[in-house]
């Protein structure tokens, strides 16, 4: 193993971050289409761009995320997990759904751990087993800030999956 592959492992160990092993978005990859977003300077000093939700229905800020061909297939026990790296401000509320291409849905809600600072969630494919079957294809991932308006802000660096 390289000097570098170790450091950066090191890295994400000591972040507590656990690296997807396939991304699914970012700021330039991964869609066939967005809603209620654009892509900003990353507000925390990183060197890249994130994805910045819009304020829309009753004060609530939200990203949407298509993707026609699907984002990734659910797998067989629900293995692994979608992990989103985010960040927000003022309001720690969190709501994500994904859609499968039947049209069903599984909501997530959680509170972030910390304001305007990068965290990372996982959430586990387990819990959709009562709503999306395995083999069904995952088309649309949305985030939600519950709350906060024009003064809280919701950023999306990236979504990925994780097999484990």
């Known amino acids: 193993m390289t000097r570098l592959a170790v450091i950066a492992g090191f890295a994400v ?17 991964g869609t066939t289409g967005r809603a209620h977003c654009s892509v900003v300077a990353d507000p925390f ?10 304020v829309v229905e009753k004060q609530h800020n939200k990203t949407s995320f298509f993707n026609t061909n699907g984002f990734f297939v659910v797998p067989p026990e629900w293995a692994g997990a979608v992990v989103l790296r985010y960040a927000v401000r003022k309001e720690r509320h969190i709501r994500v759904v994904l859609v499968s291409e039947t049209g069903k849905l599984k909501s997530f809600h959680f509170d972030a751990p ?7 969630q996982r959430l586990e494919l387990r819990r959709v087993s009562g709503r ?16 906060g308006g024009k003064a809280a802000g919701l950023w999306v660096d990236r979504v990925g999956l994780s097999r484990k």
């Open 13 to 29: 160990l000591l972040a507590g971050c656990s690296a997807p092993d396939t991304l699914l978005l970012d700021d330039r990859s």
């Open 45 to 54: 000093g990183g060197k890249g761009q994130v994805i910045f939700g819009e």
């Open 114 to 120: 910390a304001l305007e600072t990068w965290c990372e």
């Open 132 to 147: 999306i079957r395995p083999g069904e294809k995952i088309v649309d991932i949305s985030i939600w800030q519950q709350g």
